[in-house]
């Protein structure tokens, strides 16, 4: 139930969810997100940047986007103080790991899920370093939030419209790349690809770099040369088995796995049908996925053991799931 509703910034909303029944809620990760569902066909995700030692609420904060895809508009054209909203269990894809010190980068709305992490970190003593990238102090969300907590002092805010960008170049904890330290990064899809591309260049490895994104960037390609690019981003036909009847399904190259199962009354479990969010992540029991997600680790594509079926296809002509 949504029990409060203030505002974030000039754009964005903050609201607090408790239990209809006054009950307490599954626990949280720093770094997870709900799926929140707004109507028959509108599920978005959102992240929690509450603490997740709060047991008793989740806190969510939606930058309205009137260009989007209209989830954030009805979000602040409908939701009041008392609705009853139908969430899923908080689930994390983008997890905090052992380190001996974590610089968190966020742009914009980015903020939300380092937010909760600034909290974890924290609480548990731990060092870190908090950037919060925006476009001016109107339009930076959570802002009061981080300059009237304790996290103020662990954190940088840096405003567009006085020149200080990411692009002006990176924190100074990113120039020199250091062994045992975990970088974050979240925000606009051009922000996150701008700043772990010169953190990289700096000589940060991959494994040291974790970010989260809101849509699905480029289809990944396995291979290293333009013709495997262009073949990973091509859509052919294959062939999809169920284990559980053997029955197989075609599926055309202009159709996901998931459009073809759900309309043969196969149940498989969506929520942003773009790959990010991992609600319909499959065990696969045969064949090569073409891994066209943004919630697996390039470890975790290696293995070939799961796919997103919402956007996800094949390289061998049939895959075995687990369904």
């Known amino acids: ?4 509703i203030s505002l974030a910034s000039g754009t964005s909303l903050s609201y607090e969810l408790r239990a209809a029944d006054g009950g307490t809620l599954p ?3 720093a770094g997870a997100h709900i799926d929140v569902h707004l109507g028959p066909s509108l599920v978005r995700q959102y992240s929690l940047c509450n603490s997740p030692r709060e047991k008793g ?43 001996e010190h974590h610089v968190l980068v966020a742009g914009g709305i980015g903020i939300t899920p380092l937010l909760s992490m600034a909290e974890a970190l924290a609480a548990r003593g731990a060092s870190f370093v908090l950037h919060h990238y925006t476009s001016s102090a109107a339009e930076a969300p959570l802002l009061e939030r981080l300059q009237t907590s304790a996290l103020g002092e662990r954190t940088v805010v840096h405003h567009s419209d006085q020149g200080d960008t990411a692009r002006a170049g990176l924190p100074a904890e990113l120039l020199v790349p250091e062994p045992d330290t975990a970088v974050y990064v979240c925000g606009p899809e051009g922000f996150m690809t701008h700043v772990v591309a010169k953190a ?5 490895q991959p494994g040291q770099l974790h970010t989260e994104r809101f849509a699905p960037g480029a289809p990944p390609s396995t291979g290293g040369g333009e013709g495997d690019a262009a073949k990973a981003e091509a859509a052919t036909a294959f ?21 073809v199962l759900t309309a043969q009354g196969v149940e498989v479990e969506l929520s942003c049908e773009q790959g990010i ?10 064949g090569e996925p073409d891994h066209r997600d943004e919630v697996q680790t390039p470890d975790e594509r290696a293995a070939n053991d799961r796919i997103t079926v919402c956007c996800s296809r094949a390289r061998t002509p049939e895959l075995l799931l687990d369904l």
């Open 27 to 29: 626990s949280f990760e």
């Open 200 to 204: 990289t260049a700096a000589g940060w």
């Open 277 to 286: 969010c991992g609600a319909c992540l499959t065990t696969v029991l045969a």
């Open 1 to 4: 139930m949504v029990h409060t």
């Open 57 to 99: 609420r989740y806190l969510i904060c939606v930058r309205r986007d009137d260009t989007g895809r209209g989830g954030s508009r009805t979000l602040h054209r409908d939701l009041t103080v008392g609705r009853r909203l139908r969430i899923s269990p908080p689930r994390n894809h983008f997890p905090l790991v052992t380190a």
């Open 239 to 259: 062939t999809v088995r169920i284990a559980s009847t053997g029955t197989a399904y075609p599926v055309p190259a202009d159709r996901t796995i998931a459009e």
